[in-house]
């Protein structure tokens, strides 16, 4: 099992920056990927960034140059830097972790940009 817990979501106005956090109740060095995903209402949930064990990172072309994700692996947290953000960024963000066969969500962070 793997538990994990976002924070770091709130209001901001668009070209403003946020830094969202998840903490996992494993070390990193056991789970296959760690990854961000969001989801708008109405829409599906959709992979943000992510970054493998080995530090392979990669990115949605909607948020290429603008988000960052990296990882403290003796703090066992992985963060998104989020910058220059648009109000099509508004939507729960979702820390995800992949573990052999399984994956595991967090419960969310709100994330919503004003025009």
């Known amino acids: 099992q793997v538990q994990l817990v976002e924070s770091g979501g709130g209001l901001v106005q668009a070209g403003g920056s946020l830094r969202l956090s998840c903490a996992a109740s494993?070390?990193?060095?056991?789970?296959?990927?760690m990854a961000w995903y969001r989801q708008a209402p109405g829409k599906q949930r959709e992979l943000v960034a992510r970054?493998?064990?080995?530090?392979?990172?990669n990115y949605a072309d909607t948020v290429k140059g603008r988000f960052t994700i990296s990882r403290d692996m003796t703090k066992n947290t992985v963060d998104l830097q989020m910058n220059s953000l648009k109000p099509e960024d508004t939507a729960v963000y979702f820390c995800?972790?992949?573990?052999?066969?399984?994956?595991?969500w967090g419960q969310g962070t709100q994330v919503i940009v004003s025009s």
């Open positions: 970054i493998t064990r080995d530090g392979d990172i």
């Open positions: 995800n972790a992949q573990r052999m066969a399984s994956s595991y």
């Open positions: 494993r070390t990193l060095f056991s789970l296959n990927t």
